[in-house]
């Protein structure tokens, strides 16, 4: 698979988080391959998105990876244990992003399930397949990224990076964000992406009413 170039982070934030579902998530270390396709993201745009964690222009230790350079991992904690994976986008001192919120797990999946689980990947149980990677604190564990170790880290690297998926036609939604109730008026933004009809999708839009 060819290697996402910098040049496709550096596109507008709400045309990548679109152009990643499908792409895979590749991570090499000590001799294995870990890989997911993404089928569900987030798009974060900025001083002028109140969910944002540069909203207003706002810059600390914590996101300063965010005013970077394009193709770059953000990761960040929340609820003080789950790690969570953004990749960077548009170009320094644009500071957007697009959260990788789920992926379909494809190769490596031991450890993915020593990860979550504690136990092999045969002795799972039907639902928690399902739970190895559909969420973005789930994908950051499954995965082994922690902010310690890959915030900052340029995703043009051999041990983490993101590639070209395969062919296989997509069929791609909207809807609003997930868990930012507390956003005013951006809580409404259909800025999530996801592969309609996947099982790995975190969240399931709700059903309009008649």
Not at 20 to 47: F, N, S
Not at 66 to 95: D, K, L, R
Request: charged share 25%; glycine share 10%.
């Amino acid at each position: 698979m060819q290697k996402l170039s910098r040049a496709f982070f550096q596109q507008p934030t709400l045309k990548v988080a679109e152009a990643l579902i499908g792409k895979q998530l590749i991570k090499q270390h000590d001799g294995e391959t870990i890989v997911g396709k993404i089928v569900e993201t987030e798009a974060y745009i900025g001083p002028e998105d109140r969910a944002a964690h540069t909203y207003g222009g706002r810059r600390t230790k914590r996101n300063e990876t965010m005013f970077g350079e394009a193709g770059h991992a953000y990761v960040y904690i929340i609820y003080g244990i789950h790690h969570c994976i953004n990749c960077v986008t548009v170009g320094p001192n644009a500071p957007e992003g697009v959260l990788l919120r789920a992926v379909e797990p494809i190769a490596g999946l031991e450890s993915m399930a020593q990860r979550r689980f504690q136990r092999s990947y045969e002795m799972l149980t039907t639902a928690q397949r399902r739970q190895l990677t559909n969420g973005p604190g789930k994908l950051g564990q499954a995965f082994g990224i922690t902010r310690d170790k890959y915030n900052g880290h340029d995703l043009q690297s051999e041990s983490l990076y993101i590639s070209d998926g395969d062919d296989a036609a997509i069929s791609v939604a909207t809807s609003p964000r997930v868990g930012i109730d507390a956003s005013g008026e951006a809580k409404h933004y259909p800025w999530r992406f996801f592969a309609k009809d996947h099982a790995y999708v975190s969240k399931r839009p709700k059903a309009k009413a008649d």
